[in-house]
C-alpha cells in the first residue's frame, strides 16, 4: 500500500512540474494572441485578458506596413535553400561515418571536427566571416546565407542522421555490395528510404533556425527587399513601438507557418529525434 501511495503522489508530484512548465510556455503566446487581436485603445486597459472586441485587421494592417509578402519569400527562400544544400550533404556524410565507416581514426577526426563546429559561438568568426564575404561579394546575398546556415547547421544534422542510420541492418547493404551496388546506390536506394524520418527531422530544425535566425540576417544583409523576417520584425518593433497591437499581430505570423508545420508532422518529428538513441 505505501508503494502504491508513494507511487500516486511521484505521479501528482511531476504532472505538477509539466503543469507548471506548460502554462509558463502557453500563458505568453496566449497573451501574445489576445494582444494580436484587441483594438489599440484597449491594450492599456486590458493588457493580459481577453478582448472585449476582436480587430482582425491588426493582421492586414501588419501584413501591408510590414511587406510581409516580400518577407514571407524572403524567408522562404533562406529556408529552401539551406535545406537543399545542408540536408542532402549533411545525409551523404552520415551515411559514410555509420554505414561505409572510413578506416582508422578518419572517423574520430571528423566527429571531433563536427564536435567543434557545435560548440564553438558563432559570435567568435561573425567578423572575420564577414570580412571573407566582402572580398567574395557575398554579403547582402541568399547565397552567402544559404552558405553560412548550411555550415552552422550541419554538424547537428550529420550527428542526428548518424545516430539514426547506425541502426540499419547492415545485411540490406552488405547483400547490395554483392550485386555490385556502389555508395551512392546504397545511398540513395537503400539508406534514404530507410532514413526518410530522421531526413524530415532534420529538415525541420534546420528549416526553423533558419527562420527565426537573426544574428547573421542582421549582419550579412542590409537591403530591406531581401531581408528575412527575423530582421523585419526587429525593425517593424522599431518602427510601431508604440503600437504593441501590431507588433503581436507580425509576431504572430512570423511564428505561425513553423508551428503549422511542426504540428502536422510532430509524431514523424519526435520518432526521428528520439529513435537515435536506441543503438549507438
Not at 483594438?39 to 501591408?64: C, K, Q, W
Not at 559570435?123 to 564575404?133: H, S
Not at 552567402?144 to 539514426?164: D, E
Request: hydrophobic share 55%; net charge positive.
Amino acid at each position: 500500500m505505501s508503494t502504491i501511495s508513494y507511487s500516486n503522489r511521484d505521479k501528482i508530484f511531476n504532472h505538477m512540474i509539466l503543469i507548471l512548465l506548460s502554462l509558463s510556455i502557453i500563458l505568453p503566446i496566449a497573451v501574445l494572441f489576445f494582444n494580436s487581436i484587441k483594438p489599440h485603445v484597449e491594450l492599456g486597459t486590458n493588457p493580459l485578458g481577453f478582448p472585449s472586441e476582436i480587430r482582425l485587421m491588426n493582421y492586414y494592417d501588419a501584413f501591408v506596413k510590414g511587406n510581409y509578402a516580400r518577407v514571407f519569400l524572403n524567408s522562404s527562400i533562406l529556408v529552401l535553400g539551406t535545406l537543399f544544400v545542408c540536408i542532402p550533404l549533411s545525409g551523404l556524410a552520415a551515411f559514410s561515418l555509420a554505414i561505409l565507416s572510413p578506416k582508422g581514426s578518419t572517423t574520430v577526426v571528423i566527429g571531433l571536427y563536427l564536435l567543434v563546429g557545435l560548440s564553438i559561438p558563432a559570435q567568435l568568426y561573425i567578423l572575420p566571416l564577414f570580412i571573407m564575404w566582402k572580398y567574395l561579394h557575398l554579403n547582402n546575398s541568399y547565397l552567402g546565407l544559404i552558405i553560412i546556415y548550411s555550415a552552422l547547421n550541419a554538424p547537428f544534422a550529420v550527428f542526428l542522421m548518424r545516430s539514426y542510420m547506425i541502426q540499419l541492418p547492415i545485411e540490406l547493404f552488405d547483400a547490395a555490395k554483392i550485386d555490385g551496388a556502389g555508395p551512392l546506390k546504397l545511398f540513395t536506394s537503400i539508406a534514404v528510404p530507410l532514413s526518410w524520418p530522421v531526413f524530415l527531422t532534420s529538415g525541420l530544425i534546420v528549416g526553423l533556425a533558419v527562420w527565426n535566425e537573426f544574428l547573421f540576417a542582421i549582419t550579412f544583409i542590409y537591403d530591406d527587399s531581401i531581408k528575412p523576417m527575423a530582421t523585419i520584425l526587429f525593425s517593424f518593433s522599431n518602427r510601431f513601438r508604440n503600437d504593441y497591437t501590431l507588433i503581436s499581430a507580425a509576431a504572430i505570423m512570423m511564428a505561425l507557418p513553423m508551428a503549422i508545420l511542426f504540428i502536422l508532422f510532430q509524431k514523424r518529428f519526435i520518432s526521428g529525434l528520439t529513435s537515435g538513441g536506441l543503438k549507438q
